[in-house]
Each structure stands twice: as C-alpha cells, then as structure tokens.
C-alpha cells in the first residue's frame, strides 16, 4: 500500500470508533505531558505502558474490533517489559541522535513498530521487540518517511487551528501508523519467532 491507501483505510478504520479514539488519544497525550513535567524520569516511567497500551488499542482498531477505555491502560499490567521497552527504544534514539539529528530520525523509524510487535507476541522480550522491529523496518524506512511527510498539511492545519485540529488529526496519524504496520506485517509475511 502507497501513503494515499494507507490514509484512506485509516480513515474508513477510524470512522466507526472516532468518540473513542479521540478520548484515548486525549488521555494519552495529557498523561505524556503531564509525565513529561514531573522532569524526563516521570516521562520514561509512562511513555512505555501508555505506547504498548495504545499499541492495543490501535490494533483492535485495524481489526474492526470494538474497542473501550480500560484496554488502555492493559501496558500497566505488563508494566516491565512495556517499561523496559520504552527505556530501550529512548535510549538507543537519543544515542544516536548524538551523532546527528537524520540518524536519530533512522532509528526511531527502526524501532517504531517494537510496541505493535510487543503486544502481538507476548512471548517475545524488549529486546527481541526491539530486533523483529529492525528485522521488519529493513529497507522499509523510507515509506514510513512518506507516510508521515503526507501528513505534513494536516499537522500544519493544527498549527494553523491552534491545536484545535488535533482532535481529529491525531487519532488519524496513529490509526495510520498502525495500519501501516500490519501492510508491512503480511506484506513482507514478517515471521516473529
């Protein structure tokens, strides 16, 4: 799939479930933003639950399934390895953004289908996630570029709305990314072990 069906399937995904998804979405980045005052400690300590909670969320999305409030919060009863992951994923961004700032933006592309993977097989660890993600971004980076420079228009209708476009645009873009995953999942007929 091309970034154009990728956003038209988020969109017809969303479409049935859009109150919810704008309540989870809500929460989320209250919560990320109120972790993130309390110093980068108390950002660390949510950033993975919440992902991996919202990792589940976005795949019963793709999956046409009903979804509710509390299975947000399911990154919380698997609070070590989402923390874990989380730790990892922030760690290995920001060293190598060291080196500059395009291979930090490589490696977070590499590692950002670890919580997608984390959640759809249990048995795997953080670092396993985090392999498999690598594994399945491999010469893939470059259509999730375009996929998020497709939504550069929306996000500067956020800036333009004063952030009031958000509502809509946020669920939109993670819906996107989640439907992504899975093309790239069968696709590629990416075999986690």
């Known amino acids: 799939m091309d970034s154009s069906q990728i956003r038209t399937e988020a969109r017809n995904l969303m ?3 859009f109150g919810m998804l704008v309540l989870i979405m809500l929460i989320y980045w209250v919560m990320m933003s109120a972790a993130g005052s309390l110093l980068f400690v108390g950002y660390l300590v949510v950033y993975g639950p919440l992902s991996l909670g ?6 019963k999305v793709i999956e046409g399934q009903k979804i509710r409030l509390e299975e947000f919060f399911c990154g919380f009863q698997d609070f070590s390895r989402s923390f874990v992951l989380g730790l990892l994923i922030s760690l290995y961004v920001f060293l190598w953004s060291l080196l500059l700032f395009i291979p930090g933006i490589v490696a977070a592309f590499s590692y950002s289908m670890a919580f997608f993977i984390l959640q759809e097989n249990p048995h795997l660890n953080e670092r396993q996630a985090i392999e498999a ?23 500067l209708l956020c800036v333009i709305s004063f952030g009031i476009a958000l509502i809509y645009v946020l669920p939109y873009f993670h819906v996107a990314l989640a439907v992504f995953y899975e093309d790239l999942k069968h696709s590629e007929g990416v075999i986690i072990q």
Not at 54 to 59: F, G, K, S, T
Not at 137 to 150: A, E, I, Y
């Open 133 to 155: 993600s690598k594994q399945m971004m491999n010469g893939h980076k470059w259509r999730l570029f375009d996929l998020c420079v497709s939504f550069l228009g929306w996000f």
């Open 54 to 59: 919202l990792a589940a969320i976005l795949l």
């Open 15 to 17: 479409s049935n479930q």
